[in-house]
């Protein structure tokens, strides 16, 4: 648990398992600014419309490296709450999370820090909780018991 970004309240300086070698780090590029990203729609039935959107996603990925879509399905309100609950999540105390804690990646729902926090030589810097969601009624047993409405 003391590998946790989130559990370092108080740092004052980047702690050096998380700074590239100068060697290793990204070049100066010249990045093209854009006055709008690509907006992907996902509204609409058909075939065709389908196709449409795949070759938008694919040329946006290709292009730009993201984008933006619109018309998804998923309720603004439900995001809001998602955002919400996430941030009350990572806010709890560390003993509140500390049985979810796992360096194996195998363990089906955990929480953990970089990707391979043992065997990197430079870390990322983020804490992740990943589990499975689906079929609901198999998974939502190991999930966070807190914040209650995470479940």
Request: glycine share 4%.
């Amino acid at each position: 648990m003391e590998k946790l970004i989130s559990a370092k309240c108080n740092i004052q300086s980047v702690p050096e398992s998380y700074i590239l070698p100068p060697e290793t780090r990204p070049g100066i590029f010249i990045v093209p600014q854009f006055e709008t990203i690509p907006v992907i729609d996902l509204g609409g039935e058909t075939t065709a419309d389908r196709t449409t959107k795949i070759q938008q996603i694919m040329k946006a990925s290709q292009e730009y490296g993201f984008f933006q879509v619109i018309n998804h399905g998923v309720p603004e309100r439900l995001m809001r709450d998602e955002l919400t609950v996430a941030k009350e999540f990572f806010e709890l105390p560390a003993e509140d999370n500390a049985s979810l804690y796992s360096e194996d990646p195998k363990q089906s729902c955990r929480l953990y820090t970089s990707i391979d926090c043992v065997k990197e030589k430079v870390h990322f810097w983020r804490d992740n909780l990943r589990h499975p969601c689906h079929p609901v009624e198999e998974h939502m047993q190991f999930w966070p018991a807190k914040p209650a409405q995470y479940r």
